[in-house]
């Protein structure tokens, strides 16, 4: 790895003394406690967390120091783990470790997508170039999915940050949860438009296709087991969609299937179609997945009211489900109420995003209907699909303020 120069590594190292300073504060305690409340099942008190991958060139990139490419990436990756304490005060969890995964990788196709973006414009927005126009003739070209994983260099790196704050911060390998999404790769190869033409057009070959990517993930699946490359999915690690592996139900140690461990899967791309057309061309290759899972965590921005009574609801092993603001947030509140799966709410961004004062009144009518609805679940809050806050974090504080506020009046367990 690069040598960096003394002034980025006593840099490192004062961001890293803050991370064990805020691991080890009282403040994180009681976070804990409410992360441990659902851990175990029990309605308590509800995590509300504001979430920044969209707008990091407002809250990490300012307050960036570090002057080599190596020094600024580890920087950012533990600037990263103190956003929520730093700026929002939410109920983002802080490890007292630097944790880290093995450097795996999984393609359940064998091209790459190709995407535009305006020229010279800062937007999180693309246009989709399809490589495959017509599936029926094309479809041969997405065989080739491969998985694999780069062991040297994740030891490297690993030895490298030991080297820097390993006494501060001591490394600990984590893993993420097992990924199984094909309807999200499949639409950057093809685009929505061809995607859902291919249902009428050649539903065989779209099933071929679904077929083949899911046997990608078995294959990946194998590979992980086969290869020892499997680690508890509890407590601080992460779950796609932003959030944490907190869970009884898996084993902190000695894992050595998948079915040990979480699993994410989604299909947003599908949220546009009826229920039973989900059910023909996505959930028989989901299904198996999640067979393959020990626990789920389901869903990114798509309706899961729909397909919840014939499909999501047939999973036992079910526990955390993405509520979006296009769903029907209290018929989803009376599927999931009683049970152990997890209202894991995220809701409309433009009462933070819209330019101006904002609207507090209106923001809490909208959190009042979100807290009704999850009453009587077990609840998680977070605010994703934030592009800025304007430059001003304290607009971020105050809106995870209002939140709190308004769990602590309208949700009831």
């Not at 939410?90 to 470790?97: K, L, S, V």
């Not at 490589?131 to 040297?152: C, N, P, T, Y």
């Not at 590979?223 to 601080?236: Q, Y």
């Amino acid at each position: 790895m690069e040598q960096i120069s003394a002034k980025d590594r006593e840099i490192l190292r004062q961001i890293a003394a803050r991370q064990r300073e805020y691991a080890e504060s009282r403040k994180n305690e009681d976070i804990l406690k409410k992360w441990k409340a659902l851990e175990e099942g029990r309605r308590e008190s509800p995590t509300v967390r504001l979430l920044f991958s969209n707008f990091t060139h407002e809250v990490i990139a300012p307050r960036m120091q570090c002057e080599s490419e190596a020094a600024r990436g580890l920087e950012r990756t533990l600037l990263w783990n103190l956003v929520g304490r730093d700026l929002f005060d939410d109920d983002t969890p802080i490890a007292p470790t630097f944790n880290m995964g093995w450097r795996t990788w999984v393609r359940p196709f064998g091209i790459s997508p190709k995407t535009s973006r305006l020229p010279g414009q800062v937007t999180s927005g693309y246009h989709i170039d399809p490589v495959i126009e017509d599936l029926e003739a094309e479809w041969e070209k997405l065989q080739g999915g491969s998985f694999g994983v780069d062991r040297e260099g994740t030891i490297q790196y690993r030895e490298w940050v030991d080297s820097l704050i390993g006494d501060i911060l001591p490394t600990r390998m984590v893993m993420g949860a097992l990924p199984g999404s094909i309807t999200n790769p499949l639409v950057h190869l093809m685009n929505m438009e061809n995607y859902y033409l291919s249902m009428y057009d050649c539903p065989e070959i779209l099933h071929k296709v679904m077929d083949m990517a899911t046997r990608i993930y078995e294959g990946y699946y194998d590979f992980l087991e086969a290869e020892g490359l499997l680690l508890p999915t509890v407590g601080l690690s992460p779950l796609p969609q932003e959030s944490f592996a907190f869970t009884s139900e898996l084993p902190a140690d000695n894992v050595t299937k998948t079915t040990q461990c979480w699993g994410f899967l989604e299909s947003q791309e599908t949220t546009a179609v009826a229920p039973e057309v989900y059910g023909e061309f996505v959930y028989p290759y989901q299904d198996r997945l999640v067979r393959r899972m020990g626990l789920l965590s389901y869903g990114c921005c798509e309706r899961v009211d729909a397909i919840w009574p014939d499909y999501l609801s047939k999973w036992t092993n079910l526990r955390k489900l993405s509520v979006s603001p296009f769903n029907n947030e209290s018929q989803v509140g009376e599927y999931l109420r009683g049970t152990k799966v997890i209202y894991y709410s995220k809701p409309r961004a433009e009462f933070v995003t819209h330019p101006g004062p904002m609207d507090e009144d209106a923001l809490r009518k909208y959190f009042k209907m979100v807290c009704e609805s999850a009453s009587g679940c077990l609840f998680e809050m977070a605010q994703r699909e934030v592009l800025t806050l304007f430059g001003d974090p304290e607009r971020g504080r105050r809106y995870v303020e209002i939140a709190k506020e308004c769990i602590e009046r309208y949700w009831q367990p």
